[in-house]
């Protein structure tokens, strides 16, 4: 099955303590994107990848890292997590940029 | 910033009824996408839109595509429960950048039976 997966599903942390979002697509697309939904502000995208090793940032990039180094996984890491990153967070791909967005399931995280 | 504004935010309508959700913008889009997001799922997409004028139906939804690219459409005729769902309009971004879609804040749609 045609998929997206993220992991973990819910997340409650401290501020400060590094974690990493997972996030894997099995249809062989070239473009990842993660973006976060907040009530009132919609989806706004942080970071996107063109393929393998090509990253950058989207329009809320601060507090957030990316990588791309498999075309299938395009991990979220926030190095040092603030209470302002809880958010409900998707990752999306495509094929191309402008494609059929397939988002997975998101995470829904509390930094405290 | 390439701004899509959609209205309403929020609408609560009776089954069986019509409706109509707009998506306007001043810049203009190349492709307009149209998405549903149910409760703890991420959006799924229901459209695209690409030529100035374009209507598509979508069994009762239809969406059109503004003449000069800058706005969109959808509308619901005879609205069911399963309807209900936030609906997110989302455009191409035009500035030559590889940075994909912008989307719009939606619009939360609840039929009541």
């Known amino acids: 099955e045609a998929q997206v997966t993220q992991n973990p599903r819910y997340l409650i942390t401290v501020t400060g303590k590094k974690l990493t979002v997972t996030c894997s697509q099995n249809?062989?697309?070239?473009?990842m994107s993660w973006y976060r939904q907040d009530p009132g502000l919609g989806l706004r995208q942080i970071y996107y990848?063109?393929?393998?090793?090509?990253?950058d940032k989207g329009d809320v990039p601060e507090g957030y890292k990316v990588s791309r180094k498999e075309k299938r996984n395009f991990p979220l890491i926030l190095e040092s997590p603030s209470p302002n990153q809880t958010s409900l967070y998707f990752c999306?791909?495509?094929?191309?940029?402008?494609?059929?967005?397939?988002f997975g399931p998101g995470t829904r995280l509390t930094v405290l | 910033t390439q701004l899509l504004e959609q209205s309403p935010q929020f609408l609560s309508i009776q089954e069986g009824e019509n409706l109509t959700v707009y998506c306007n913008s001043s810049?203009?889009?190349?492709?307009l996408q149209w998405y549903r997001q149910e409760p703890g799922e991420g959006p799924v997409l229901l459209v695209t839109?690409?030529?100035?004028?374009e209507v598509k139906k979508l069994k009762r939804l239809t969406f059109q595509f503004g003449d000069a690219r800058k706005d969109s459409s959808l509308h619901i005729t005879a609205a069911q429960p399963g309807d209900t769902g936030l609906y997110l309009c989302?455009?191409?971004?035009?500035?030559?950048?590889?940075?994909?879609?912008?989307f719009g804040k939606g619009t939360h749609l609840i039929i009541q039976p």
């Open positions: 839109v690409v030529t100035g004028g």
């Open positions: 249809m062989n697309h070239e473009y």
């Open positions: 990848s063109m393929n393998v090793e090509v990253t």
């Open positions: 810049s203009v889009f190349s492709s």
């Open positions: 999306a791909s495509s094929f191309g940029y402008l494609g059929k967005q397939f």
């Open positions: 989302a455009g191409a971004k035009s500035g030559g950048g590889a940075d994909g879609l912008t």
